[in-house]
C-alpha cells in the first residue's frame, strides 16, 4: 500500500474471482456512492442484497455478458461502503472487458490495491485486524484443520480472548493511576483491590492464551523439517515413504541426490515442509562442482529449518571407521539453535534393538523401506513442534500475534516483580501495564502503524 487508506476515498474496482477460466467470474466495485456505475452497466436501480439477472452492458448499449448483479448499500456490506458484485461467465476476455467498463463508468474509480477491500472494511470496523488476517489465511489454507482453525479466528475467537484480557489490564490500570493520583489517600488502593492477585490472574490466562496462538501459528506456517545425512543413508527414501509417493530418485549410487527436493505433507492436520537434501560430506570427496554447490544448499537448508532429522545407517554403524568419522564431523556442524532428531534408519538391516519405531537415547529406529517406524517419526515431528492434538479449539494465529503476546507476557511479569517489590515503584508498573495493554492493541489493530497496515495487506490477493 502507497499510503493510508484512511486519507483515500476514491472508489475501487477489481476481478475478485483466482485468473483463468472458469464458469462463474466475479467484478466488485466498493466506494461512497456507485449509483453511476450501477445506471450504467445494469441500466437500471438494483433492489439491496438482491440478485438481479440482467444484461452488462457497454458505453454504446451493446451487451457485454448477462449474469447477476447484487447491490450492497452502506454500511451494510463486506467493506462498510457501497458494494457491488457482477457475476458473469468467467472467461478472462469477458471480465476484462467488464473490468473496464466499470472503470471507465465510475468516475475517479481505479484498480483496486492487494487486500484493499479487506483493509477497508477493518478501517471501516467491519472487522478488526485479526479477523481481517484471518480472511488471507482462510484463503491460503493448506490443510482441513488450518481451514477451521481461520474461521474460528475470523468469527473472532482470537479477537475475543484478546479483548478480555485487554479490558482486565485496563480495570488494573485504572487502580494504578488511581494510586498515582491520590498518593495521599490512607487507602491503599492496590492492596484492597488484591492488585497483585488480579494480574496473577491476567499473565496465567495470557499463558493459556500464548499457548494456544503457537499452535494457531503453527497450524499456518506448519513445520520445517530437513533430511540431513552423509550420502546413501537412505534420505530421498524417507522422503518418498513419507510423502507416500516416488518423489526423489533412490538408487544405491551414493551423491544421487543433487539439490534439494522438497515436499508438503499433513500430520493430524499439520503441514510439515519437508525437504531431502545432497549427502553431506567434506568438499574433496564430492564428485563435481555439482555435487559441491548441493552440499553447500543442503547446509543452508539446515540452518533454515525447524528441525532437522540427522539420517543414520545402522548398516554401516560401527563397522565403518570412515564412515562413524564422517557421522561426528557433520553432528559437530549441526547448528545450535535447531532441534536434531537422530534417525537410525534400515532397521530391516540391523539385527540391534530397540525395535523399529522405538525411541530411546540414541534417537529413532526405522525402516524407510519397510515402513515401520514411520509412524513414530511423525509423532516425534509434533512433539519437536510443540503440538497439541485438540485442534477443535484452536484458532488461527500468525508470528506477529506470538511476538505481540510475548511482550505482553514481559511487561506483566516486570510490573509482578514492581509489586513485589519492598518499595514500590507505581511509575513503573504504570508504565509496564501501559506497554502491556499496547501489545495486546497491536493483535487487533488499536494501536497499529501504517507500514503495518500496508505490509499485512499487500499480501492479499486483488479483489479481496
Excluded at 475467537?157 to 494510586?179: F, P
Excluded at 498515582?180 to 497483585?196: G, H, K, N, T, V
Amino acid at each position: 500500500m502507497n499510503a493510508p487508506l484512511a486519507a483515500r476515498a476514491d472508489p475501487i474496482v477489481a476481478i475478485a474471482t483466482a485468473s483463468g477460466r472458469g464458469a462463474v467470474g466475479i467484478v466488485r466495485a466498493s466506494g461512497r456512492d456507485l449509483s453511476a456505475l450501477i445506471e450504467a452497466v445494469c441500466g437500471q436501480a438494483l433492489p439491496p442484497r438482491q440478485a438481479t439477472l440482467l444484461p452488462f452492458v457497454d458505453a454504446q448499449g451493446r451487451t457485454i455478458d448477462r449474469g447477476l448483479a447484487l447491490h450492497f448499500p452502506a454500511p451494510h456490506s463486506y467493506t462498510g461502503e457501497e458494494v457491488l458484485e457482477l457475476q458473469a461467465h468467467g472467461g478472462p476476455v469477458v471480465l476484462q472487458l467488464l473490468l473496464a467498463r466499470c472503470l471507465q463508468a465510475l468516475p475517479g474509480a481505479r484498480l483496486a490495491e492487494p487486500g484493499e477491500f479487506t483493509q477497508r472494511a477493518f478501517l471501516n470496523d467491519k472487522l478488526d485486524l485479526a479477523q481481517a488476517e484471518a480472511v488471507a489465511d482462510l484463503i491460503d489454507a493448506g490443510t482441513e484443520a488450518a481451514a477451521r482453525s481461520a474461521g474460528r479466528a475470523l468469527e473472532g475467537e482470537l479477537s475475543q480472548r484478546v479483548d478480555a484480557l485487554a479490558q482486565r489490564l485496563v480495570r488494573l490500570r485504572t487502580l494504578v493511576e488511581a494510586t498515582l493520583d491520590f498518593p495521599e489517600e490512607e487507602i491503599d488502593f492496590l492492596q484492597q483491590a488484591d492488585a497483585s492477585g488480579q494480574l496473577a490472574a491476567i499473565t496465567a490466562d495470557l499463558a493459556a492464551l500464548l499457548a494456544a496462538a503457537r499452535q494457531g501459528a503453527l497450524l499456518r506456517e506448519g513445520l520445517r523439517v530437513v533430511i540431513a545425512g552423509q550420502p546413501n543413508v537412505g534420505k530421498s527414501s524417507l522422503l518418498n515413504a513419507l510423502a507416500g509417493a516416488e518423489l526423489a530418485i533412490v538408487t544405491p549410487i551414493p551423491g544421487t541426490t543433487r539439490d534439494r527436493v522438497s515436499e508438503s505433507i499433513q500430520i493430524e492436520g499439520v503441514p510439515v515442509h519437508v525437504t531431502d537434501t545432497a549427502g553431506l560430506r567434506r568438499d574433496e570427496q564430492a564428485a563435481d562442482e555439482v555435487e559441491r554447490i548441493g552440499i553447500g544448499r543442503s547446509w543452508e537448508a539446515i540452518r533454515s529449518a525447524d528441525c532437522v532429522l540427522f539420517l543414520h545407517d545402522l548398516s554401516r554403524v560401527g563397522r565403518d571407521a570412515a564412515y562413524d568419522a564422517a557421522e561426528s564431523e557433520i553432528a559437530a556442524l549441526l547448528p545450535a539453535g535447531v532441534t536434531v532428531i537422530d534417525v537410525w534408519n534400515k532397521a530391516d538391516l540391523s539385527e540391534a534393538t530397540p525395535a523399529p519405531g522405538e525411541a530411546n537415547a540414541q534417537g529413532l529406529r526405522l525402516s524407510a523401506r519397510t515402513g515401520e517406524g514411520l509412524e513414530a517419526l511423525r509423532r516425534a515431528l509434533l512433539r519437536t513442534a510443540g503440538w497439541q492434538a485438540v485442534p477443535e479449539g484452536v484458532f488461527i494465529a500468525r508470528a506477529r500475534h506470538v511476538q505481540a503476546l510475548q511482550r505482553c507476557g514481559k511487561h506483566l511479569n516486570a510490573g509482578r516483580l514492581h509489586i513485589e517489590s519492598s518499595s514500590l515503584a507505581l511509575d513503573l508498573l504504570a508504565e509496564d501495564l501501559r506497554q502491556a495493554h499496547q501489545a495486546l492493541g497491536e493483535i487487533t489493530g488499536v494501536f497499529t502503524a501504517d507500514d503495518l497496515l500496508g505490509e499485512i495487506f499487500g499480501t492479499f490477493c486483488i479483489g479481496k
